[in-house]
């Protein structure tokens, strides 16, 4: 703005400055042109009558004036001519002011040079005897009085250019200052220009309606952050072109990201190639959904477009969070299938036995042994039958009542139960029990005892060692089994505890056992509120560590 009004008083300073030149050398110039013509009209007036008087005496004395003289008779010849000789003049009668005087009396006219630097101006009267007298003079035109005068000109242009550019910049900062002063955030409380008040009113209106309606955007926008913050869903706004609007916590969690993802391409989060078709098919009316593993879990994502009344502005991504229910659906499949196996193993045995001995094909000394068999195939599958009722309890998280649990007591019962398979591999029980007691169910406190127990027999090597502690840490009771066995590879730890899990199949057959002791040792012990630690290397044992 400063720099257009510098500008605007700059140009109207040398327009008027120009025009001024222009009139007044225009004025002067019209008025020496008169005053002239009147001079040259007078001198040849006086001229006249004294030529009329004294005839060529006083021709002669016209030589030495300002004007010149041409004297011409009536048929166009030059007889005397006080600049040039008459004899070297051609005839004249063809000239405008000679013809004009010699049929009127006087006559005038003015002509101009063939450089239009100079004009000539003439004047002519008729004498008594009949010839005309002319007197004419040169002077410069305008074209060369400017071109005379311009060293002049561009002097005082030159001159006025420098004041003008300092007042104008003067100027210009004296108007524009107070505007700079203006206080838009309270126009209502500036004291500047009157012109201005009626613009600083209504800017002062409009800014209230827009704090307004700031503010009321912000407390919605407020109100959305909170809410899609405390969703367990991951929820991602993405605009036409995949740039990242909004993100929620659950979000930034899922595709490890952070606040400054906002205002970036989604394809800087994930680049996975499933992702990114989807978000491209959105935006043509394609809604898709698939599942996605990130970071151990699994993800159900749902991806649409934003398409309010068809316009489709953007992209919304949506991430449910269903590692609980795959891994419930995967267990229940894989549990499904065990059951079978493990239901259908017992029974062919049970049945082959029993077509051998109702056939007669089996020999009377053999007999005592098909029985055995299907004795010991049948308690199998009735030990499979109430492990399996048992985790059912579990898994419905049925309450029994509590009561105090002597833990002293339930490892005695527990080390009675199991000396005998203990004996039979030569494994040595090491028991270390602190005198506890503990809140819980006593039949699940048992069950957990039992079960680490009797795995760490199974497991162990013909000779090894199983030692069994109970103590106090801090306000926790502790339940400690370790073994000198086997061991677990690292990958099998995370699924040890799962349903019918085992590490080796072909070598569980030899140890038997339903596969659903650890299970139950776990939904035991989630029903206690504990936790399970598990510390094992393949080939030289394993502890488990059950903390109440």
Do not use: W
């Not at 949506?318 to 079978?340: G, H, M, P, Q, Y």
């Not at 082959?352 to 599958?381: M, Q, Y």
């Amino acid at each position: 703005m400063k720099k257009k009004i510098f500008h605007s008083i700059i140009g109207a300073v040398m327009t008027v400055l120009i025009l001024s030149l222009a009139v007044i050398t225009g004025f002067l110039y019209n008025y020496f042109n008169n005053t002239q013509t009147e001079q040259l009209k007078t001198e040849l007036h006086h001229a006249v009558i004294m030529i009329n008087e004294y005839q060529e005496d006083y021709i002669k004395a016209l030589d030495n004036s300002t004007y010149r003289f041409t004297l011409i008779s009536s048929d166009g010849t030059v007889l005397y001519d006080t600049k040039i000789n008459s004899t070297e003049m051609e005839n004249h009668l063809g000239r405008g002011e000679i013809e004009e005087a010699l049929s009127t009396g006087e006559g005038s006219s003015t002509r101009y040079s063939s450089t239009l630097t100079e004009k000539t101006m003439y004047a002519s009267a008729k004498l008594d005897d009949g010839t005309v007298l002319r007197a004419s003079i040169s002077q410069k035109t305008v074209t060369a009085l400017l071109l005379s005068m311009l060293p002049y000109i561009i002097g005082i242009a030159l001159l006025a250019a420098i004041i003008s550019f300092v007042l104008a910049k003067r100027m210009a900062k004296n108007i524009t200052e107070p505007l700079k002063q203006l206080d838009l955030n309270n126009p209502a409380e500036n004291n500047t220009y009157d012109e201005l008040a009626p613009i600083l009113s209504k800017l002062n209106k409009q800014h209230k309606q827009i704090k307004s309606q700031r503010d009321a955007l912000q407390q919605k926008q407020n109100e959305f952050e909170q809410i899609v913050s405390s969703i367990n869903e991951g929820l991602v706004l993405l605009d036409e072109h995949g740039i990242v609007l909004s993100m929620n916590t659950a979000a930034k969690k899922i595709f490890t990201a952070d606040e400054a993802i906002i205002g970036k391409n989604f394809l800087t989060v994930d680049r996975t190639p499933k992702v990114n078709k989807a978000i491209n098919d959105a935006l043509t009316g394609l809604h898709s959904s698939f599942r996605i593993l990130r970071n151990g879990c699994e993800y159900q994502l749902n991806i649409s477009a934003i398409a309010p009344e068809n316009q489709r502005l953007g992209t919304v991504i949506l991430a449910f969070d269903i590692t609980d229910k795959a891994f419930a659906e995967r267990n229940r499949r894989e549990f499904t299938a065990n059951v079978t196996h493990e239901l259908k193993t017992p029974l062919q045995s049970i049945i082959g036995s029993a077509e051998l001995l109702e056939t007669g094909l089996a020999k009377p000394e053999d007999t005592s042994k098909f029985i055995s068999n299907i004795h010991k195939e049948a308690t199998r599958l009735v030990n499979l039958i109430n492990d399996i009722i048992h985790l059912s309890q579990l898994d419905e998280n049925t309450e029994p009542a509590t009561e105090t649990v002597n833990l002293t007591e339930v490892v005695n019962e527990v080390v009675e139960v199991l000396s005998a398979s203990a004996n039979k591999k030569s494994v040595l029980l090491q028991i270390a029990c602190e005198p506890l007691c503990l809140k819980g169910i006593r039949r699940y406190i048992y069950e957990i005892i039992y079960n680490l127990c009797d795995n760490a027999i199974r497991y162990n090597v013909d000779g090894g060692k199983v030692k069994l502690l109970t103590y106090k840490d801090k306000a926790n009771t502790v339940i400690e089994v370790g073994d000198t066995g086997i061991g677990i590879s690292p990958e099998h730890h995370a699924r040890i505890f799962e349903r019918f899990y085992r590490v080796d199949k072909s070598h569980s057959k030899e140890t038997g056992g339903t596969g659903l002791g650890l299970s139950i040792v776990k939904h035991a012990v989630q029903f206690h509120g504990g936790k399970l630690e598990l510390e094992s290397e393949l080939g030289k044992g394993t502890t488990v560590r059950v903390i109440i």
